[in-house]
């Protein structure tokens, strides 16, 4: 079973960045991706990689959040620039080895979840 854990959550001014890092044990799976979620609302899909090169966003972040992932050290981070109040979330790192059509960033799709770390955006 893999395991993900997420690190770099907390609490920045708007405009401010943040990174956060999701280390998978034993190893990344071939889609990796970033959701996050407020309270009474769906699971949001923000970001995905395709085996460690080809990155995908939502609308809503697109030029403001960079996917990247490091082989050798297990882990996908999300660069967080720019950041809104509406960009307030828990934030999840999610892998599947499923056959997903690439470029979608589905939650039903992922098989493997971190417990989440919290993004605070204060203006």
């Known amino acids: 079973q893999k395991q993900l854990v997420e690190y770099g959550g907390g609490s920045v001014q708007v405009g401010g960045s943040l990174r956060l890092s999701c280390v998978a044990s034993?190893?990344?799976?071939?889609?990796m991706g970033w959701f996050r979620q407020v309270p009474g609302k769906e699971r949001e899909g923000v970001a995905a990689?395709?085996?460690?090169?080809?990155?995908y966003y939502a609308d809503s972040v697109k030029g403001r959040f960079t996917i990247s992932q490091d082989n050798a050290k297990n882990t996908v981070y999300l660069q967080m620039n720019s950041l809104k109040p509406e960009d307030t979330a828990m934030y999840y790192c999610?892998?599947?080895?499923?056959?997903?059509?690439?470029?979608?960033?589905?939650?039903?799709?992922?098989?493997?979840w971190g417990q989440g770390t919290q993004v605070t955006v204060s203006s």
């Open positions: 999610a892998a599947t080895t499923r056959a997903v059509v690439e470029g979608t960033i589905e939650a039903a799709d992922f098989e493997d």
């Open positions: 990689i395709y085996v460690g090169s080809s990155t």
């Open positions: 034993p190893h990344t799976s071939g889609y």
